[in-house]
């Protein structure tokens, strides 16, 4: 509001004093006339010098995204960022929450933890001083998956555990792992030599078989051989 309008006798200049104004729009709060030596308000009436006003703020903030959350992340405590025209006080629905303090411009807000799942109808609103209310900010729907996947099950190594002569070129692991995984199989020998195949499960398949040519470059040595799978998820967990 307006608190004080003062113009000393001798001066063309007048002073106002001010509290919580700000104004966001194009059209001016008060005007000096400059013939008259009055001060108008934003609906033209005329303010008396000393006399208070007060102005009001019927604009509500425009919020925008920036960055948005990736659509299948590992991270239970994502960030997301958007501009807002005016600082405010943030409201959260739709399951996810944060830091309820916006200010002009953007804004990276970290979200509190949140479960393993898909979040479709998260929303962000911000309250200016004034109580204007912006629209709601749609945060774009998205799965949070922090678990690793179980560890693969080896079935069988060169289909009954021993590796020939005949099979040392195509050395197939096989056994299941977590659906549309991505499973790597490592032999190890005896010498330390290592030899390592992938296979991407797709279409919600669970069984892996992943051929591995021993041969190549330095060849695996006769002896036992030590065998491990792994599995990473589409959420890279």
Request: aromatic letters at 4%; glycine letters at 8%.
């Amino acid at each position: 509001s307006i608190t004080a309008v003062t113009q000393p006798s001798s001066s063309t200049s007048l002073t106002i004093t001010t509290s919580g104004i700000t104004n966001t729009t194009a059209t001016p709060l008060i005007t000096y006339v400059a013939a008259s030596g009055t001060v108008l308000d934003a609906a033209g009436n005329e303010v008396a010098n000393g006399a208070n006003t007060t102005a009001t703020d019927g604009v509500a903030p425009t919020l925008a995204e920036v960055t948005p959350i990736s659509a299948l992340t590992n991270d239970n405590t994502p960030d997301y960022i958007f501009s807002s025209t005016e600082a405010g006080t943030i409201t959260y629905a739709g399951g996810c929450s944060g830091n309820t303090s916006a200010s002009a411009g953007n804004n990276t807000k970290t979200f509190n933890t949140l479960s393993d799942g898909t979040y479709g109808s998260c929303t962000i609103k911000v309250t200016d001083s004034a109580g204007n209310q912006s629209s709601l900010l749609s945060v774009g729907s998205f799965t949070v998956d922090a678990t690793a996947p179980s560890a693969p099950s080896i079935t069988t190594v060169a289909t009954d555990n021993r590796v020939n002569s005949a099979e040392k070129s195509a050395i197939v692991v096989a056994g299941s792992a977590e659906a549309n995984s991505f499973v790597t199989a490592t032999l190890t020998d005896t010498a330390s030599t290592v030899k390592t195949g992938t296979q991407q499960l797709t279409g919600g398949a669970t069984s892996y078989s992943i051929t591995i040519d021993g041969t190549t470059a330095t060849a695996l040595v006769d002896g036992n051989l030590a065998v491990n799978v792994t599995a990473r998820d589409g959420a890279n967990n």
